[in-house]
């Protein structure tokens, strides 16, 4: 087992890390910019390391100054976290080089992945249904007229370097398409440096439902359930919910296994998910994830395990120590993501917390670095916290998650905690009857 490991992220993901390395005996490094010398992530490690000034480019994306942090400090591995350097595949390769250990997938894994139209393909060669679409990149009209032609209108075209709705252009019939093409290739170009883009089939209303899966270097590999995201703004997640209301046990089975085949038969090894569209009772492939993701904790909740220990110990080489047998689905778990924003403009709010209490009892946890003193610097991501609560059902849960947004005091700053209060409380959310147009419905956004 690791030694030292160098948490090469910030927030409360940063501390998360932490937390299962101090529970695995193992020490930890912080690494931070200047903005971040009293950040609690720093605070808590055995050792830290300043990586330069406060923009993210400068420092926690600086692939170098991680390398050298990690060389100084005589780190053994590099754990990602999620965001900045995460899903770089040049740089799990350099970790690599460097003789460190990285906690994640190989470099090669994450490359294909990282290239939507790879993994569409990828996807399609190991039996993952996807949405019917071109067979890879379309280069001109004359292309997107054959791909149309087997699908029919509408579609969406979509940027292969893509991901988070960027350089997406939906075309609602014929006339449409030559200006969604060059609008989806130009704004591909300028967003991700590649023109490339595909086809798909346009789907109206499908709920956003992702997979995780564990893979060992020994060939074993399971699904923790699936958690559903659909409730999203501009293509940020609000709220995500483990089990799906939408799915019954055959349903979750099926794709599970889908997942757990396709992992093994590309080799796949560490944490992923593959997130799926979900219309009329059936799943369309869009996209693998090849990092820890954000609402890894509603798995967590309802499976009693520590992903990022597993991610550890599979990084070590240790094998698996559960089968899928092994894995029982229990109750129901909620997180919601707390920005420092304006609950109805969202505008960042970032600035000095006054008092700050945050919810416990059974059921409930909080993910976060914030503390009462705290200055959120206005240089990263908005999200300060993770509500996390989970009950025995899904009524249980939304009963306690209520109790837990009134309880939870953050002064000082603006958040998101109002929104939550009123969609945890929406007849069509407590219904589960939502996919991922409803949330910008509701805050009449767009
Ligand atoms: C789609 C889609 C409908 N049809 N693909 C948005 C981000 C990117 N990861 C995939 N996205 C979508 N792809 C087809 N063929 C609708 C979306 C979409 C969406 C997906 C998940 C969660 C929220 C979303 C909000 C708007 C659009």
Redesign the pocket.
């Known amino acids: 087992m690791f030694d030292k490991i160098l948490v090469a992220n910030r927030g409360e993901i940063a501390l998360r890390i932490h937390r299962a390395c101090r529970e695995m005996g193992i020490r930890t490094v912080a690494v931070h910019s200047t903005a971040d010398v009293n950040a609690m992530h720093v605070r808590l490690a055995d050792e830290s390391i300043c990586i330069g000034p406060p923009p993210a480019t400068d420092s926690y994306l600086n692939i170098q100054a991680m390398l050298t942090a990690a060389i100084i400090t005589n780190a053994d591995a590099i754990h990602p976290g999620y965001g900045f350097l995460s899903e770089n595949a040049d740089f799990a390769a350099k970790v690599e080089e460097h003789g460190f250990a990285f906690i994640g997938p190989s470099p090669d894994h994450i490359r294909l992945m990282g290239d939507k139209i790879t993994a569409r393909q990828t996807a399609v060669e190991v039996g993952i249904p996807v ?1 019917p ?1 071109s067979d890879g990149v379309v280069a001109d009209l004359d292309e997107a007229k054959v791909a149309v032609e087997s699908i029919g209108f509408p ?2 075209i ?1 940027a292969s370097a ?4 960027r350089g ?1 252009k939906v075309a609602q019939s014929a006339k449409e398409l030559p200006d969604a093409l060059d609008d989806a290739k130009r704004e591909a170009l300028a967003y991700f440096g590649n023109a490339d883009v595909y086809i ?5 209303h ?1 709920r ?1 439902i992702e997979v995780q899966i564990l893979a060992d270097n020994h060939g074993n590999v399971v699904y923790l359930g699936e958690r559903d ?2 409730l ?1 703004r501009r ?1 940020q ?1 609000v709220l995500e919910e483990a089990p799906s209301p939408a799915l019954n046990q055959a349903e979750r089975h099926e794709i599970g296994a889908i997942a757990v085949a396709a992992a093994k038969k590309i080799g796949y090894r560490n944490v992923g998910t593959m ?1 799926f ?1 979900y219309e009329n009772g059936k799943f ?1 492939f ?2 693998m994830n090849t990092r820890l993701q954000v609402e890894h904790p509603v798995t967590e909740m309802i499976c009693s395990l520590d992903i990022v220990r597993e991610m550890i110990r599979i990084a070590a080489g240790a094998p698996l120590g559960f089968q899928q047998k092994d894995i029982r689905f229990s109750g129901h778990a909620i997180e919601c993501r707390i920005n420092a924003e304006n609950p109805v403009t969202f505008m960042p709010s970032p600035g000095r917390v006054g008092d700050y209490h945050a919810p416990g009892g059974l059921g409930v946890r909080v993910d976060s670095a914030l503390y009462s003193g705290y200055t959120v610097p206005p240089h990263y991501d908005s999200m300060i916290s993770k509500l996390i609560v989970h009950g025995t059902n899904r009524n249980e849960c939304l009963m306690r998650l209520r109790r837990a947004l009134d309880e939870y005091v953050i002064d000082g700053i603006e958040t998101t905690i109002p929104l939550h209060q009123r969609l945890v409380t929406d007849t069509d959310f407590v219904n589960g009857d939502y996919d ?2 409803w949330l ?1 419905k509701q805050v009449g956004d767009e």
Do not use: D, R, T, W
């Open positions: 949405v679409g579609v969406l979509k893509g991901g988070g709705g997406m798909e089939k346009f789907l109206a499908p956003h995201c659909s999203q293509h997640k997130e569209l369309y869009i996209e991922v147009n910008e």
